[in-house]
Nanobody
Framework: QVQLVESGGGSVQAGGSLRLSCSASGSTFSINAMGWYRQAPGKQRELVAV???????NYADSVKGRFTISRDNAKRTVYLQMNSLKPEDTAVYYC????????WGKGTLVTVSS
């Protein structure tokens, strides 16, 4: 089993920045890719960014150039640096770990006001 705990959410004005963190514990040796997803009110959960065990990254078109995903394997932590935030980035952000099965954190709320 893998446990994921997100932190770093909060409220910010448009144009501001936040950094999310996701700490993994448990059977982390089984994790391959890790990623961030988000779910806005009334919408489906969507992929924001993903990083492989080798460091390859992929981003949703809506966040390219503004968000950066990174991971510190020694700390078992993945980060999401979010810059130039927009009101449409408002959502609950979830950490995901891809292993023998999908693991999810409980989410952290990001609110961007105009």
């Amino acid at each position: 089993q893998v446990q994921l705990v997100e932190s770093g959410g909060g409220s910010v004005q448009a144009g501001g920045s936040l950094r999310l963190s996701c700490s993994a514990s448990g059977s982390t040796f089984s994790i391959n890719a890790m990623g961030w997803y988000r779910q806005a009110p009334g919408k489906q959960r969507e992929l924001v960014a993903v990083i492989s065990s080798g460091g390859s990254t992929n981003y949703a078109d809506s966040v390219k150039g503004r968000f950066t995903i990174s991971r510190d394997n020694a700390k078992r932590t993945v980060y999401l640096q979010m810059n130039s935030l927009k009101p449409e980035d408002t959502a609950v952000y979830y950490c995901n770990a891809d292993g023998p099965k999908d693991y999810w954190g409980k989410g952290t709320l990001v609110t961007v006001s105009s």
